[in-house]
């Protein structure tokens, strides 16, 4: 079993910048890649971001040049950096990982952007 929390979240308005944390426990030997998501009312979960363990990166193009994904493999801790943030980000984001073929998520953090 895997845990990840997350942390980070909140109410900011458009223009500003939040960082989320994702810090993962448990049986996490074999993690690879970790990955942010995210979920508005009303539409589908999607990806935000992903990063490998050798920090090779993957963005959507909705968030590219505005969100930096990194990791801190000695902490077990997946970091989401977002700046130049718009109303359109405002979403519960949650992180992800795969396991042996077992998908994990965090219970998710709420990003609220005003305009």
């Known amino acids: 079993q895997v845990q990840l929390v997350e942390s980070g979240g909140g109410l900011v308005q458009a223009g500003g910048s939040l960082r989320l944390s994702c810090a993962a426990s448990?049986?996490?030997?074999?993690?690879?890649?970790m990955g942010w998501y995210r979920q508005a009312p009303g539409k589908q979960r999607e990806l935000v971001a992903t990063?490998?363990?050798?920090?090779?990166?993957n963005y959507a193009e909705s968030v590219k040049g505005r969100f930096t994904i990194s990791r801190d493999n000695a902490k077990n801790t997946v970091y989401l950096q977002m700046d130049s943030l718009k109303p359109e980000d405002t979403a519960t984001y949650y992180c992800?990982?795969?396991?042996?073929?077992?998908?994990?998520w965090g219970q998710g953090t709420q990003v609220t952007v005003s305009s």
């Open positions: 990063i490998n363990s050798g920090g090779s990166t």
């Open positions: 992800n990982t795969v396991v042996k073929f077992t998908t994990y």
């Open positions: 448990g049986s996490i030997f074999g993690i690879n890649a």
